[in-house]
């Protein structure tokens, strides 16, 4: 069946660090790939998107390269924010709408 | 506001008690889905509905757990008898398209519902 694994949280960052979380995938045919984000007190939100193998989504600085042939999404930055504190989620949809697929989310918590 | 609009956003209630809990879409939005967020364990899609398609009740968890979305608009997610294991963040998202074409997948989601079973 499909599943997304993204890395364990949380994740704390110094300002202006590099960050990646990582997300892979398992999914038949040919999935289109999300990054969700949750700020503190808000709800979620998308932050980029791939529809197809090779495709990169971005996003406020954010990147995600659609990676077949490692099944993998993996979230990056290249200079972090401390208004980049949030809890991202990388999900897959193999279809339809209603089975977005979620991982369980890793938490970011950047420091001054 | 132009947002999906969640009400309450607290419920705390007893065991045993029947809890609703309402989701106000964007308007236009076809599509409207509930999911269920909870510590560790990610988001669990409960229910969906598009336009006056029958819903697809496929990720709700037991009987005691039901659905409507009146006019294609308003819809209430109600709770039976509730358990302490039904404590989690009831988070409502909507969409402009539906299945038959899209699969850009852009859900847009209230700030959710956090329900605790005492």
């Known amino acids: 069946g499909n599943s997304v694994t993204q890395m364990e949280g949380p994740v704390t960052l110094s300002e202006e660090a590099f960050l990646t979380i990582n997300c892979t995938y398992t999914a038949t045919g040919y999935p289109s790939l999300f990054w969700y984000v949750q700020y503190p007190g808000e709800g979620l939100q998308l932050l980029l998107k791939?529809?197809?193998a090779d495709d990169k989504g971005s996003n406020k600085g954010f990147e995600a390269t659609y990676r077949k042939e490692t099944t993998s999404f993996h979230l990056e930055k290249g200079s972090v924010q401390v208004s980049d504190s949030a809890v991202y989620f990388c999900a897959l949809n193999a279809g339809n709408n209603r089975k977005l697929i979620w991982g369980l989310g890793t938490s970011l918590a950047v420091n001054p | 506001g132009a947002g999906v609009s969640q009400s309450p956003s607290n419920k705390v209630t007893e065991k045993g008690k029947d809890v609703e809990l309402r989701c106000d879409p964007i308007?236009?939005?076809?599509?409207l889905y509930w999911y269920r967020q909870s510590l560790g364990q990610g988001l669990e899609f409960l229910i969906y509905?598009?336009?006056?398609?029958?819903?697809?009740k496929s990720g709700l968890p037991s009987d005691r757990f039901s659905a409507e979305r009146t006019g294609g608009s308003v819809s209430t997610l109600t709770i039976q008898r509730t358990q302490q294991e039904d404590s989690a963040v009831y988070l409502c998202?909507?969409?402009?398209?539906?299945?038959?074409?899209?699969?850009?997948?852009?859900?847009?989601f209230g700030e959710g519902s956090r329900l605790t079973v005492l």
């Open positions: 509905f598009q336009g006056n398609s029958a819903p697809d």
């Open positions: 791939a529809t197809k």
């Open positions: 308007s236009g939005h076809t599509a």
């Open positions: 998202a909507s969409s402009p398209q539906g299945t038959s074409g899209s699969r850009t997948g852009e859900l847009f």
